[in-house]
């Protein structure tokens, strides 16, 4: 989360907003809970488990969509033969413009 959705103030990690004084902290569990799940799916890739990896792709997919999710659920897809739902996550990454070079942008800052 960027910005406070009540007001659009910036965020400062703080669980209530600093400018409107919204409760803003469920909004970052949430964030924080996608990203766990997130990384366990990426686990169970290394792991070579890959129906666990599209539960929890799955999982992380639900609470925030962001490419990085959805490139990962689709892999999982995939990796498990479901290739049906690999080619209509693939087919919603081609149509956001911009989606996959935003995940190249976040892959080349973490290798950095």
């Not at 964030?31 to 890959?50: C, L, P, T």
């Not at 609470?63 to 690999?86: H, I, S």
């Amino acid at each position: 989360m960027e910005r406070c959705p009540v007001c659009n103030a910036r965020y400062s990690g703080n669980r209530q907003c600093h400018r409107c004084k919204a409760d803003i902290g469920m909004l970052a569990d949430v964030e924080e809970a996608a990203d766990a799940y997130r990384e366990e799916a990426v686990a169970a890739w290394r792991a070579s488990d890959f129906l666990l990896m599209l539960c929890h792709a799955r999982r992380s997919c639900s609470l925030r969509k962001t490419p990085e999710a959805v490139c990962l659920m689709a892999c999982a897809a995939f990796l498990t033969r479901r290739f049906d739902l690999a080619m209509r996550l693939r087919n919603s990454i081609s149509k956001n413009s911009g989606v996959q070079a935003e995940v190249r942008k976040s892959r080349r800052a973490e290798v950095s």
